[in-house]
């Protein structure tokens, strides 16, 4: 497997504000910074929208469009792919690809929520590539290919997962690591599915539910007049992709909901200490909140 980065194909499906920060930030970070005359990589893109392909290629983010039909014709040229969509998408375009691809090439999605995926996972490996799942922990509230930002991934967490008795797809995952280090992320956690949509549903999916309801509570539009940053800070994310974060919610239910149990007992606990004007147990519970942020950073 050539682990020269700057030599790779790389494919991008999904033309979005996903894809298309990881086109900017191979195109950036991977192959202009690898000096003059090493880099014979390319970068390719398939998208439905016919926009996005035009504005990526005459911007020089990737070297060649591809349209739906053309799949198999761009998959068969890709040392290494990320699968750019919404999960079910996700799971039907590996379902339906399984045999087109290029021998060796490295396999990867960037879904919220790795059950889908998992579930038939054995079923969904190609035989002649290796399928490694991912996830980047970053990305803008807005949508499209015009709202993507390679600086989006610089300093932010990746997480790379698992799989028991997989030994095989060491050296794909190490290329992985490897890629998206270059790419600008710099805290790359390993771990297995499970686990992963467990801590996501709690940092990621609970949040913009959080995010959700304090705007959905929110007195009249106005409200940010009387703002000081707290409010913003808190709402920025409820700028929702409504589509996307209903899948999300709903393809983890069970560790969803059980977040947000877990929420609303809390939430109730410090109501009672607030009606109870009980000053004391307030102080010493906002006391114990600020040690544990602090041991968060």
Same mark, same amino acid.
């Given at each position: 497997?050539?682990?020269?980065?700057?030599?790779?194909?790389?494919?991008?499906?999904?033309?979005?504000?996903?894809?298309?920060?990881?086109?900017?930030?191979?195109?950036?970070?991977?192959?202009?910074?690898?000096?003059?005359?090493?880099?014979?990589?390319?970068?390719?893109?398939?998208?439905?929208?016919?926009?996005?392909?035009? #504005?990526?290629?005459? *911007?020089?983010? /990737?070297?060649?469009?591809? *349209?739906?039909?053309?799949?198999?014709?761009?998959?068969?040229?890709? +040392?290494?792919?990320?699968?750019?969509?919404?999960?079910?998408?996700?799971?039907?375009?590996?379902?339906?690809?399984?045999?087109?691809?290029? +021998? +060796?090439?490295?396999?990867?999605? /960037?879904?919220?929520?790795?059950?889908?995926?998992?579930?038939?996972?054995?079923?969904?490996?190609?035989?002649? #590539?290796?399928?490694?799942?991912?996830?980047?922990? #970053?990305?803008?509230?807005?949508?499209?290919?015009?709202?993507?930002?390679?600086?989006?991934?610089?300093?932010?967490?990746? /997480?790379?997962?698992?799989?028991?008795?997989?030994?095989?797809?060491?050296?794909?995952?190490?290329?992985?690591?490897?890629?998206?280090?270059?790419?600008?992320?710099?805290?790359?956690?390993?771990?297995?599915?499970?686990?992963?949509?467990?801590?996501?549903?709690? *940092?990621?999916?609970?949040?913009?539910?959080?995010?959700?309801?304090?705007?959905?509570?929110?007195?009249?539009?106005?409200?940010?007049?009387?703002?000081?940053?707290?409010?913003?800070?808190? *709402?920025?994310?409820?700028?929702?992709?409504?589509?996307?974060?209903?899948?999300?919610?709903?393809?983890?239910?069970?560790?969803?909901?059980?977040? /947000?149990?877990?929420?609303?007992?809390?939430?109730?606990?410090?109501?009672?200490?607030?009606?109870?004007? +009980?000053?004391?147990?307030?102080?010493?519970?906002?006391?114990?909140?600020?040690?544990?942020?602090?041991?968060?950073?």
């Amino acid at each position: 497997m050539n682990q020269n980065l700057s030599q790779l194909t790389y494919g991008i499906v999904g033309l979005g504000i996903m894809g298309g920060s990881i086109a900017k930030a191979i195109r950036t970070n991977v192959l202009s910074s690898a000096g003059e005359g090493a880099v014979t990589g390319k970068i390719f893109a398939l998208d439905k929208n016919n926009e996005s392909l035009y #504005a990526a290629c005459t *911007t020089g983010v /990737i070297d060649q469009a591809f *349209t739906p039909s053309e799949t198999e014709k761009m998959l068969g040229q890709c +040392d290494v792919l990320f699968i750019c969509l919404y999960p079910h998408a996700t799971l039907e375009f590996l379902q339906t690809h399984k045999n087109h691809y290029k +021998d +060796d090439a490295v396999i990867t999605d /960037i879904s919220g929520v790795k059950a889908l995926i998992q579930a038939d996972f054995n079923s969904l490996c190609p035989t002649n #590539a290796h399928l490694v799942l991912g996830h980047p922990m #970053a990305g803008g509230e807005k949508e499209g290919f015009a709202a993507s930002k390679g600086e989006y991934f610089a300093n932010h967490n990746y /997480i790379i997962i698992t799989q028991k008795n997989d030994e095989k797809n060491d050296e794909a995952r190490a290329l992985l690591e490897k890629l998206v280090g270059a790419m600008g992320f710099t805290r790359i956690t390993k771990t297995d599915s499970s686990t992963h949509d467990s801590k996501i549903g709690f *940092t990621s999916q609970l949040c913009h539910v959080v995010a959700s309801v304090m705007v959905e509570s929110a007195e009249d539009p106005e409200i940010t007049s009387f703002g000081g940053g707290s409010f913003e800070d808190l *709402t920025r994310i409820a700028m929702i992709n409504a589509p996307l974060w209903t899948e999300l919610f709903l393809s983890n239910k069970e560790k969803l909901i059980a977040h /947000i149990e877990t929420f609303k007992k809390h939430m109730n606990e410090i109501e009672k200490l607030i009606e109870t004007e +009980d000053k004391e147990g307030l102080k010493s519970l906002l006391q114990d909140v600020r040690e544990k942020r602090i041991k968060m950073q």
